[in-house]
C-alpha cells in the first residue's frame, strides 16, 4: 500500500446525499472486499443477517457474526478483509441528515453508538427483538427506494432517529447494563465527545474542556469514569493515542511531523508519552 501524508476519506457519493440504506453487494462487486483502509465522513452501520467475514476498525479485528450490528464512527479508520455469502444493509448517514430535536435531546446517539473514544463496535441483537429490528430496517429501506421528495425525507430522518434510538437502547446495556434514560451526566459527556474530537490536536488538559463545560475538571472525570470506565484524561491521552497510531500507520509523515500534528511542541515528549503507553518507539512502530 501506498502511504501518502493523509489517510483517504470516503464521502457519501453526491447522488446519495446526506443519507443510504442498501444491501450488501460484496459478491458482486470485489472492491467492496480487499479494500484499502480509509475513513469516512459520515456514519455507517452494518447489519449482518448472515454469513461471515472480517473487518479491522482502528486496528482492531473483528468477525463478522449474524445477528449483529457494526458502528462504524465518522473518522475511524476501517477496512473490510473478506465477506463470505453475506446478506445484511448498509446504512450510511451524516450528521446534518439527523432532524434537529436528535441533536437537542438524543445527541447521546454520538456518545453511545459512534465516538472515537470507546471500543465497542460490535453489537449483537437480542433474539427476542429481531423481528421488530427487522421490520424497521425493511421499512427504512423500502422508504429509501421509493425516493418520492421531501416528505419522503422526512420519513427517512425519523425512521433512522428510531434505528438510533433502539440501538442506543441496546448498547446501553451493553455498556452499563443500565436503563436508557438520557441523564444530565450523559449530555455533558456527550458535549465533552464532540469537544474532545475538534480540539484535541491542541487541547490536551482536562481542566480546558471542563471550563468550556462550566463543570470541574474533577466532576468531569468522574461523569467520564461512571459512563465509560475511565477519567476524562485518560480518555483524551487514548484519542491522541489513537490518531498517532493512525497517523504512524497510514500516513509517510515523519515522527516530528505527527507529534506537531498532535500538538506537541517537544517531539521527544511525545515520543516519551507514546513509549510509556506502547513500549515501543513511534518509529518502531511505524517501521513495524
Same mark, same amino acid.
Given at each position: ?121 460490535? #453489537?449483537? !441483537?437480542? =433474539?427476542?427483538? &429481531? /423481528?421488530?429490528?427487522?421490520?424497521? @430496517?425493511?421499512?427504512?429501506? $423500502? ?69 468550556? #463545560?462550566? !463543570?470541574? =475538571?474533577?466532576? &468531569? /472525570?468522574?461523569?467520564?469514569?461512571? @459512563?465509560?470506565?475511565?477519567? $476524562? ?56
Amino acid at each position: 500500500m501506498t502511504k501518502s501524508t493523509t489517510l483517504p476519506t470516503q464521502p457519501l457519493a453526491e447522488t446519495e446525499r446526506d443519507f443510504l440504506i442498501r444491501p450488501f453487494i460484496i459478491e458482486t462487486d470485489p472492491q467492496e472486499t480487499h479494500e484499502q483502509p480509509h475513513r469516512h465522513n459520515f456514519q455507517e452501520i452494518l447489519w449482518v443477517r448472515s454469513g461471515q467475514g472480517k473487518h479491522v476498525i482502528d486496528g482492531h479485528a473483528l468477525t463478522i457474526q449474524p445477528h449483529t450490528c457494526y458502528l462504524i464512527a465518522k473518522g475511524q479508520v476501517h477496512q473490510l478483509i473478506t465477506g463470505i455469502n453475506l446478506d445484511g444493509l448498509v446504512i450510511r448517514f451524516t450528521d446534518a441528515f439527523l432532524p434537529n430535536f436528535l441533536s437537542e435531546e438524543m445527541g447521546h446517539y454520538q456518545t453511545v453508538l459512534f465516538n472515537n473514544v470507546t471500543i465497542n463496535h460490535t #453489537l449483537p !441483537i437480542p =433474539p427476542e427483538a &429481531l /423481528s421488530n429490528f427487522e421490520a424497521l @430496517l425493511n421499512l427504512l429501506l $423500502a422508504e429509501f427506494v421509493a425516493g418520492n421528495g421531501r416528505s419522503n425525507q422526512e420519513v427517512l430522518r425519523h425512521l433512522l432517529t428510531v434505528l438510533l434510538v433502539k440501538l442506543g437502547q441496546v448498547q446501553q446495556e451493553v455498556i452499563r447494563g443500565g436503563g436508557t434514560a438520557v441523564s444530565p451526566e450523559a449530555q455533558l459527556f456527550h458535549a465533552f465527545t464532540l469537544l474532545l474530537e475538534d480540539q484535541y490536536p491542541q487541547n490536551h488538559a482536562v481542566q480546558n474542556y471542563a471550563r468550556q #463545560l462550566n !463543570i470541574t =475538571p474533577r466532576q &468531569l /472525570s468522574d461523569i467520564s469514569s461512571q @459512563l465509560v470506565g475511565r477519567k $476524562a484524561k485518560h480518555l483524551i491521552e487514548d484519542r491522541l493515542l489513537l490518531e498517532a497510531k493512525r497517523l504512524l500507520t497510514f500516513t509517510n509523515l515523519s515522527v516530528k511531523e505527527i507529534a506537531h500534528k498532535l500538538g506537541y511542541k517537544d517531539p521527544s515528549h511525545f515520543s516519551k508519552i507514546f513509549k510509556k503507553k506502547t513500549q515501543t518507539t513511534p518509529q518502531s512502530y511505524k517501521t513495524n
